[in-house]
């Protein structure tokens, strides 16, 4: 599936049906703890068509062969088994959605309500796990489905954990013979707890469940108590390309109280060269069009003298600045009397005439 497009479809997500396990439990008494070994069997009853199983999980995409083919469920499967390089499919039933794949194993974790449906080989039967567990909510079997999360609902985890501070071994059942050269992990922490990881293990193949046992892989992980969900998922190629039934996990050391696993399954990394078919012929090249001649360059007109630069003048002595005289302080404007009004002139009198005295002679 594309994890990019179709945001749409979110809104209409439904839950994908659990699918039907058939599990045989025999509890054995150790000193330290409780060791449960489990048969799980993933039969995909009522989940997937004949010929196929149901498995947990994604490869991103719309599919690696084709994709979005609108049809059923059944018709899916008829797709894939029509398809000769078809190992697997994914089909979502809300959205009548078919792709096909050419791996057989998923790589991501489920996508939407997708169902992932691996096809059984030719006298091939259902992949099957037994092994030690803590007890009986961290059974080997929740190692066949991948989640980006560990929980633990209704008493049932979605993860491994092996009896604390022991070793511990499971042994996984493809089914038929599978060719195979790398495997795919993811480390546990425990929830919030973080108080336990796988360190050292060692991987064995064989064609039966007794053996005998080839060593493939002895290698180390890294602790994952501190790490973020969702804890990544690890490619680990094995020492040497190998074909099997049988698949042994010894768990040697680990980190903190114990080891555990979120999910375990066999890759085959090297991906065989598709045959090219349905090549389109090869267009007919054109011919050549003639080359124009060319034309001749214009020449360059000459280029004009540069004109003498003029001598410069020069610059006349700066005349000294004059010094301010200093201001002479203003006399403050002695304020204006106002005008007293002119007196009122008097009449004149007519001055009398004085009779001239007549003087005698004498």
């Not at 050292?200 to 007794?210: A, V």
Request: hydrophobic share 35%.
């Amino acid at each position: 599936m594309n994890w990019g497009e179709d945001v749409d479809l979110i809104l209409n997500k439904v839950p994908v049906p659990v699918p039907t396990t058939t599990t045989t439990t025999t509890t054995t008494i150790t000193t330290a703890t409780a060791t449960t070994t489990t048969t799980a069997t993933t039969s995909g009853k009522g989940s997937c068509p004949a010929g196929y199983y149901l498995g947990s999980g994604d490869i991103p995409g719309w599919g690696q062969i084709r994709g979005k083919i609108e049809t059923s469920l059944a018709g899916c499967g008829e797709e894939c088994s029509n398809t000769k390089e078809c190992c697997s499919f994914e089909f979502s039933v809300t959205f009548g959605l078919c792709n096909l794949n050419r791996d057989c194993q998923p790589s991501k974790i489920p996508y939407k309500d997708y169902y992932f449906c691996i096809q059984n080989k030719e006298g091939c039967g259902p992949v099957k796990v037994t092994g030690d567990n803590y007890d009986g909510r961290f059974t080997v079997e929740n190692l066949l489905t991948i989640q980006n999360k560990e929980l633990v609902v209704d008493n049932k985890a979605t993860y491994w954990l092996s009896p604390n501070a022991r070793t511990a071994t499971f042994i996984l059942n493809l089914g038929c013979r599978e060719t195979f050269d790398s495997i795919r992990l993811v480390n546990v922490h425990n929830r919030d707890y973080k108080d336990r990881a796988t360190k050292q293990f060692r991987l064995y193949t064989s064609q039966t469940k007794s053996g005998p046992w080839t060593q493939v892989l002895d290698t180390q992980l890294e602790d994952s108590r501190q790490q973020q969900d969702p804890l990544p998922i690890q490619l680990i190629a094995l020492d040497t390309k190998t074909t099997a039934q049988f698949v042994k996990f010894e768990l040697l050391s680990w980190w903190g109280r114990g080891g555990g696993l979120m999910y375990f399954n066999i890759v085959d990394e090297v991906q065989q060269v598709q045959p090219v078919t349905n090549v389109q012929p090869v267009q007919p090249i054109l011919p050549a069009l003639p080359v124009l001649p060319v034309q001749p360059v214009q020449p360059f007109l000459p280029v004009l003298p540069v004109k003498p630069v003029l001598p410069v003048q020069p610059v006349l002595p700066v005349v000294p600045v004059v010094p301010v005289l200093p201001v002479q302080p203003v006399q403050p404007v002695l304020p204006v009397l106002p005008a007293q009004p002119a007196p009122l002139l008097q009449p004149v009198q007519p001055v009398p005439e004085v009779p001239q005295p007549l003087f005698l002679r004498s």
